[in-house]
């Protein structure tokens, strides 16, 4: 049987974007063998130009990207996959934009499944949610996006699965930002000024594009809204009560310059709350969302160094889920909650799934 050719639009070719063309790429053959899967991204783009190959790209993609790569407008991707019929379609968000989110409607309405690493869609109001949704439905495709949570961690599907299963979840808390775990499982254990480690966080690829989306609270606010949206709880990202690790003189209200020069000012506040807490004890930010009194909160805590919390290592996620029949006891997943490897494996993962969608809905087709 010949294999299921699955054509991938990627959105963003950054820390995951490019991560992500070089596994598929490298394991190419192992999709062929055993999964009887060919993936090729014959469009990838970055926040501007697009760069187009009807085959798929291929190794030397980031010189032919340089070289080759055009400004576009969607509407553009939507011409010329229709142009070149090209067919089992996938389109990846690997950006932060609110922008690029505009555009799932029209390209499920032409025939995309969409794989996302970028939680804006999933976090802007209620009526996008289900408009989305809606769309999804009409016209039967899908929208994964595991990694919108704990990156490679399967920490979306675990709830959603216990809800469909009708456990009742009672409470959902821990460490939800592999970026903010790694700067204080770093600064509670080695004698660094804040910013350094936050730079070297930034240099990893390990914060969002703009890092004040981490220590605003923004970025843990919208993990625990997208959960809490899986277990069909009615809330709104204002809904959230968020403890931002920001300064009142350096915030979103700065420049992205003003931001990127002045990062030893956060070193004086951290150092103090380093010192001030209680013997062995560490810098935990934690998300938390009790689901009987409806209370989502992100904040800086003070945990024994001896605690499970207190013991995360590198851009480590823990994630406690309390259910009724788990009782005081959570289900606890825990492992690297940010990261280009784990993410991008994260979103091949969503990719396959899509594909052995696409390829049971083919053999239905086919027995008709
Ligand atoms: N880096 C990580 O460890 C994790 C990242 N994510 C998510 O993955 C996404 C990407 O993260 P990174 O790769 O680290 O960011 P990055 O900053 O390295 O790359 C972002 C890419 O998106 C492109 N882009 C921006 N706006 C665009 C637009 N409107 N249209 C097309 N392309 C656009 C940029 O040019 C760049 O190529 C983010 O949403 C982030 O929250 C999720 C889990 C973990
Ligand atoms: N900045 C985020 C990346 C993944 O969502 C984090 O550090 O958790």
């Known amino acids: 049987m010949s294999a299921l050719r699955i054509n991938i639009v990627l959105f963003g070719i950054g820390n995951v974007g490019s991560t992500l063309i070089n596994q598929v790429i490298e394991s190419q053959k192992f999709f062929l063998e055993k999964r009887n899967i060919e993936l090729r991204f014959p469009i990838i783009t970055n926040s501007t130009l697009a760069f187009f190959e009807k085959g798929g790209i291929k190794?030397?993609?980031?010189?032919?990207?340089?070289?080759?790569?055009?400004?576009?407008?969607?509407?553009?991707?939507?011409?010329?996959?229709?142009e070149q019929q090209l067919e089992n379609l996938i389109a990846v968000d690997a950006t932060a934009s609110s922008d690029i989110v505009k555009n799932y409607i029209p390209l499920i309405q032409n025939g995309f499944d969409i794989v996302s690493a970028n939680k804006k869609a999933?976090?802007?109001?209620?009526?996008?949610?289900?408009?989305?949704?809606?769309?999804?439905?009409?016209?039967?495709?899908?929208?994964?996006?595991?990694?919108n949570v704990g990156a490679g961690l399967p920490v979306v599907q675990t709830i959603k699965e216990l809800h469909f299963s009708g456990e009742e979840i009672t409470k959902i808390r821990g460490v939800f930002s592999g970026s903010v775990s790694y700067i204080f499982n770093r600064f509670s254990?080695?004698?660094?000024?804040?910013?350094?480690?936050?730079?070297?966080?930034?240099?990893?690829?390990?914060?969002?594009?703009d890092s004040r989306e981490d220590l605003s609270g923004n970025d843990v606010a919208r993990k625990l809204l997208i959960l809490a949206r899986e277990i069909e709880q009615q809330v709104e990202f204002s809904d959230i009560t968020i403890s931002s690790l920001l300064l009142p003189n350096l915030n979103?209200?700065?420049?992205?310059?003003?931001?990127?020069?002045?990062?030893?000012?956060?070193?004086?506040?951290?150092?103090?709350?380093?010192?001030?807490?209680?013997?062995?004890?560490?810098?935990?930010?934690?998300?938390?969302?009790?689901?009987?009194?409806?209370?989502?909160?992100?904040?800086?805590?003070?945990?024994?160094?001896?605690?499970?919390?207190?013991?995360?290592?590198?851009?480590?996620?823990?994630?406690?889920?309390?259910?009724?029949s788990y009782g005081e006891l959570p289900i606890v997943i825990q492992g690297a909650g940010a990261g280009k490897q784990v993410t991008a494996r994260g979103v091949l993962t969503d990719i396959l799934k899509v594909a052995e969608t696409i390829k049971i809905k083919e053999a239905v087709w086919l027995s008709l």
Do not use: C, M
């Not at 340089?66 to 553009?76: G, H, K, N, T, V």
């Not at 999933?122 to 990694?147: A, G, V």
């Not at 020069?261 to 103090?272: A, E, S, T």
């Not at 560490?282 to 989502?296: C, T, W």
């Open 252 to 324: 979103e209200d700065n420049s992205k310059a003003e931001y990127s020069v002045n990062k030893q000012l956060f070193d004086k506040p951290f150092h103090i709350a380093k010192i001030t807490q209680a013997d062995n004890h560490v810098l935990r930010y934690v998300g938390e969302f009790d689901i009987k009194s409806k209370q989502l909160e992100v904040k800086l805590i003070s945990v024994p160094k001896s605690s499970a919390l207190g013991q995360l290592k590198g851009a480590d996620n823990l994630i406690e889920i309390y259910t009724k």
């Open 189 to 209: 254990s080695e004698e660094l000024p804040f910013s350094k480690i936050l730079a070297e966080a930034e240099k990893t690829g390990l914060t969002e594009p």
């Open 122 to 147: 999933n976090t802007l109001h209620t009526d996008f949610y289900k408009e989305l949704r809606r769309n999804l439905k009409k016209f039967d495709k899908s929208f994964l996006y595991e990694t």
């Open 59 to 82: 190794n030397q993609w980031e010189a032919n990207f340089a070289q080759s790569a055009i400004p576009f407008r969607i509407e553009d991707i939507i011409e010329y996959v229709q």
